[in-house]
């Protein structure tokens, strides 16, 4: 089994910057996905950004130049840079990971955290 614990969150005015990090641990083989998404109230989940063991990275289009996603294979850990940060980025976050980095594109990880508020105020 593998669990994941996210960190970093919080609230931040409008154009700051916050850094989300993702630990995964329990029985690891491979997590070759692994990435973020995101839901505000009354929406459904979206696509963040993702990121495979060979650091291949996927964004939506709304964050753009403003989020980067990082990934540390040694220490299973991932990192969401978020910058300029918009109303709009507010949402909780969830961190997931799947064998299968197509997967986690899809939004079909096997693997998710329990999330983590991001409040961006204006």
């Known amino acids: 089994q593998v669990t994941l614990v996210e960190s970093g969150g919080g609230e931040v005015q409008a154009g700051g910057s916050l850094r989300l990090s993702c630990v995964a641990s329990?029985?690891?083989?491979?997590?070759?996905?692994m990435g973020w998404y995101r839901q505000a109230p009354g929406k459904q989940r979206e696509l963040v950004a993702t990121?495979?063991?060979?650091?291949?990275?996927n964004y939506a289009d709304s964050v753009k130049g403003r989020f980067t996603i990082s990934r540390d294979n040694a220490k299973n850990t991932i990192h969401l840079q978020m910058s300029s940060l918009k109303p709009e980025d507010t949402a909780v976050y969830y961190c997931?990971?799947?064998?299968?980095?197509?997967?986690?594109?899809?939004?079909?990880?096997?693997?998710w955290g329990q999330g983590i508020q991001v409040t961006v105020s204006s």
């Open positions: 990121i495979s063991s060979r650091r291949v990275t």
């Open positions: 997931t990971a799947d064998l299968s980095p197509t997967a986690v594109v899809a939004g079909r990880g096997t693997y």
């Open positions: 329990g029985t690891i083989f491979s997590l070759n996905g």
